[in-house]
């Protein structure tokens, strides 16, 4: 037998010869597909820094909204008769803000006509919460009776402790104007 016919035949009968040696190695491909991955990558990447640009570029004249720095007034804030003020920032569907509830009306009934507390929910007023950059609820943001802020604290925030910080801030709220 001829050797083509000897390899053919060994292919149907199950038989092996070994495959004749080509003088160029074949390529396997696996350079090229390492190679388009890596440019896909670059590619996404370099979208997603043009997005990141694009979408910052709108924004470009406005600061980050973010706590007030202390001594600077609060945006949009009007103080009833000149009283320190305490704000508190949630929303009423969360636990620790329904928590600070009684404790905003006890200092309400307390020290009326000496220090205003109030609540503002900040899933009903979207607009307060991007004011004083607002990123955990409860947020209680105390303000002098300029409006001016003298501290934020973010949390539960218990009656003693308020009362304490504003002692600490120069408030005296037992005095009666």
């Known amino acids: 037998m001829k050797q083509d016919e000897q390899n053919s ?3 149907f009968e199950g038989k ?62 009007t103080q009833a008769g000149g009283l320190p003020r305490m704000i508190e920032l949630g929303s009423v569907s969360c636990i620790p803000c329904k ?16 220090l205003q507390a109030d609540f503002i929910d900040v899933n009903q007023d979207r607009d307060a919460a ?3 950059g607002i990123r955990v609820i409860p947020t ?11 501290f934020r604290h973010e949390g539960f925030f218990p009656k003693e402790e308020i009362l304490a910080k504003w002692k600490e801030l120069g408030v005296n709220l037992t005095e009666v104007k």
Do not use: C, H, W
Request: hydrophobic letters at 40%; zero cysteines; aromatic letters at 4%.
């Open 9 to 11: 035949l060994s292919l």
């Open 130 to 132: 991007k004011k004083f």
């Open 16 to 77: 092996s010869q070994p495959p004749p040696s080509d003088p160029e190695p074949k390529s396997t491909g696996a350079g090229v597909g390492r190679a388009a991955k890596v440019g896909i990558v670059v590619v996404l990447a370099i979208v997603v820094v043009a997005v990141l640009i694009l979408k910052n570029r709108g924004n470009a004249g406005t600061p980050a909204p973010g706590p007030t720095e202390p001594g600077t007034p609060a945006p949009g804030v």
């Open 99 to 114: 928590m600070m509830a009684p404790i905003l009306d006890e200092l309400r009934k307390e020290y009326a006509g000496r």
């Open 140 to 150: 209680q943001v105390f303000l002098d009776a300029g409006g001016k802020e003298l």
